[in-house]
């Protein structure tokens, strides 16, 4: 029997990544720049420059990526795990002997994940990279204080590759919780989105994806009634087409939607494919509005609100461009109904995320394209990330 398995294991840990600790009498940022460069074709050199001189560099820990894949090249560090009960408190540290203001690494290419986390690099079949940049943030020891920095990073590839930066946000951190793109495609424009697809992607599936991601944006954009406010990038990249089965691993950061597929399912046509493949386009597009905003958005509420929203959205977006049957999407809501009744927050946080909380905003009764337009422009004019107590004014608000 072929497996299918599918997993969009991205936004649920965005918390992850934006909550560094909280700080007692917190010292203002430390300003840092770092230059990634492309050294070789599975090697990149991340030189970092301090403005002041730092003692430790902690990052929020990524699975083995950084015993593994990250190698000081400065002289006098030491890498140290610093593990803690609590997942999103462990953390990966390069002690220094003593104080520098400039720090280097080498980091070889890693196939890996990180846990519940972004992929720290999918690799293309043409030798083309996405690295996720918001790895190469941290918090580091100043004068015996502990600071966050503001971190803005440049980006060199090989000679006459394409090297395609994250999107540019005021904020430097969140500029940061996205993919560089360095390779040898050039992006082409498919719809309102740049589009880097994997050669290796097979032609039937290249073209489900495409015309998914047209007809989504297009439905996305005017029932949600707002312009994306950044250009959209597409970069689709194929691990594998020889291990068993099919995976299909998406993303959606800021102004970005990353797939990673393997599996040799995917060489043929399959409607149960086809079927998983709309739905995770639509889920990511979801995604992309749920932060089209200057301000707020996905912060640090329960992940059932943004990844059950998304569920929502998606469902109501396959539905309505006739994507899916009527019959499709209740059957795809009554799974994720049965999946729920058989799991708690405790048991499955992550299964719960999805399929309680799509059932949740079935529960509400509210029209969802109107709730999400709501909530998406109450988000923007606050600045105020989506909350439960967001949720709930706005939904009581829609049902008087
Ligand atoms: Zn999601």
Partial sequence: MRTFLISTAMATSINLLINLPAIADEPGKLPAQMQLTRIAADKWRADYSFSEAISRFSMPAAG??????????TSGVR????????????????????????????????????????????????????????????DVQEGGKTRAMNLTVSYQGLSGETVIPPPAFADAER????????????????????LVLDPATPEWLAKLILDTTSTM??????????????E??????????????FSMKGGATNGQITFRLSGKAMLNEHPAIRHLVQKLVAHEMAHIWQ??????????????????????????ALKSTAVWTTEEAAAYQANASATCKKI???????????????QKFMNMNVDIPVLWRSLISETGQSGQPYSEAMLGSVSQRLRQ
């Fill in 291 to 316: 932060e089209n905003v200057n301000q707020g958005g996905i912060g640090d509420e329960p992940a059932w609100i943004h990844e059950g929203g998304a569920e929502a959205m998606a469902v109501e």
């Fill in 232 to 245: 959209l990038v597409l970069m689709i990249s194929v691990t594998d087409t020889s291990t068993a089965g």
């Fill in 79 to 138: 890498y140290q795990a610093e593990p803690s009960a609590q997942p999103d408190q462990q953390k990966d540290s390069y002690i220094l002997d003593q104080p520098v203001r400039q720090l280097s690494f080498e980091i070889i290419s890693y196939n890996g994940f990180a846990p519940k986390n972004y992929a720290p690099n999918n690799r293309f079949s043409d030798g083309g990279a996405g690295i996720y940049m918001g790895f190469f943030d941290g």
């Fill in 344 to 358: 708690t927050r405790q048991s499955d946080p992550y299964q719960y995320a999805y399929a309680c909380g799509l």
């Fill in 217 to 230: 944006s297009a439905y996305f954009s005017s029932t949600y009634q707002r312009p994306l406010l950044r």
């Fill in 175 to 194: 500029s940061l919780r996205a993919y560089a793109y360095f390779g040898p495609q050039k992006p082409a424009p498919a719809g309102a989105a740049r």
């Fill in 64 to 73: 083995d990526y950084r015993s593994t894949a990250w190698k000081p090249l």
